[in-house]
């Protein structure tokens, strides 16, 4: 049985939340249009403030939580850090690409709304904005959400710890460049100005003020207060930011969600084939090349997991928060908690394949 005592009220019914989010959003966009019309274009340089200030306290718990130090560690264990830098990305974001050309582009096009809407890069057809959400989804790796399933595989948090660090200082360095070029293989054409500073205020500041702050009250406070005192008030305040982002949200995705409901179901499957091939790949590499079960579920969860906050904070950046790129983000969202923990069992069920 899983031991479900670690995840918190939030998390543990994080799904239902969402649901009921989604929910209160279609039913606010419908009742109240003119409210969420008016957070968005409130506005400065084509950054929605309020959602801008959501997204940050979204992220800066996150980065807040990690400890650098344990990155210098990781050295004397390359092996299992190594193939994880390869899944998240080598392998990972390029599968992403492939199965939302795939369904988005090919299976599902007779079935998905062909309107052309105006987005922030510009007119585009929905398909291809959900084309975008996913492909921005695909190439961030790995939220602080894989120590939670870390812990309930009994796998290697150490381990864990080491790579949300490392994956957090490579999405500053790669989530740009990366992001303008598969948006660019599926015909979508992002200034990299542009992208640069969404990634800049979306994984750098948080990233800096989360270190400082994590310095700094380490020193005043020790670490006793910050991690049962500081944390799960930090990460609460995460989960309540990433809900009203929702709300907001879906109460401007309403007309398309009410009049093409399969939509959201459209953009699950390949969402849910991706998590599952890399998840599968990961743990696979990891028993041939003889790593321990400790070291090979966190490196197949890890993989398996999305840094959605960035992803939805990108894609209402560049796209903006009515577009078709930030829902097929939030479906991410959805499925996450369910599909995660389904993983985790599966881990737990297949520890013998280890030695």
């Known amino acids: 049985m899983l031991d479900e005592k670690k995840l918190g009220f939030f998390e543990k019914y994080l799904t239902i939340w969402i649901i009921v989010c989604i929910t209160a959003g279609l039913l606010l966009g419908k009742t109240f249009p003119a409210v969420a019309t008016s957070i968005n274009s409130m506005q400065l340089y084509s ?7 959501l997204l940050f306290f979204m992220i800066f718990p996150i980065m807040v939580q990690i400890d650098f130090k344990q990155v210098i560690k990781a050295g004397k264990t390359p092996k299992p850090v190594l193939l994880t830098l390869f899944v998240n990305w080598g392998i990972k974001p390029f599968t992403m690409l492939f199965f939302a050309w795939v369904f988005m582009k090919v299976v599902f096009t007779p079935f998905l709304p062909d309107t052309v ?17 996913m492909v921005l989804l695909g190439i961030a790796p790995c939220t602080a959400m894989v120590l939670v399933w870390s812990y309930l595989a009994k796998s290697n948090q150490g381990h864990t710890l080491v790579m949300v660090a490392i994956n957090s ?3 500053l360095i790669l989530y ?7 948006l660019g293989i599926g015909e979508i054409v992002v200034p990299w100005q542009t992208i640069a500073l969404s990634v800049g205020l979306y994984v750098g500041v948080p990233l800096v003020a989360g270190y400082f702050s994590r310095k700094d009250l380490l020193m ?3 670490a006793d207060w910050f991690e049962n005192t500081f944390s799960p008030v930090m990460h609460n305040i995460a989960i309540l930011a990433l809900l009203i982002t929702l709300i ?5 995705q309403g007309d398309v969600i ?7 179901l459209m953009i699950a499957v390949p969402l849910l084939i991706q998590v599952f091939f890399i998840f599968i790949l990961g743990y696979g ?3 041939l090349i003889g790593l321990s079960y400790e070291d090979a579920a966190p490196t197949a969860l890890i993989g398996a997991s999305n840094h959605f906050e960035v992803a939805i904070a990108v894609s209402i950046m560049l796209f903006g928060l009515n577009s078709g790129a930030a829902l097929a983000t939030v479906v991410g969202v959805l499925i996450e908690v369910p599909v995660m923990l389904a993983l985790v069992k599966i881990c737990l069920k297949s520890r013998n394949l280890f030695n």
């Open 248 to 252: 907001t949200l879906f109460s401007l």
């Open 47 to 53: 950054v929605s403030l309020p959602i801008a200030v």
């Open 176 to 182: 740009a460049p990366m992001a303008r070029w598969l």
């Open 169 to 171: 200082l490579a999405m």
């Open 117 to 133: 809407t105006p987005t922030l890069m510009g007119d585009m057809d929905l398909p291809s904005q959900y084309f975008a959400g």
């Open 220 to 222: 005043r406070k020790g």
């Open 258 to 264: 009410i009049k093409e409901p399969l939509v959201i």
């Open 285 to 287: 590499i990891s028993r």
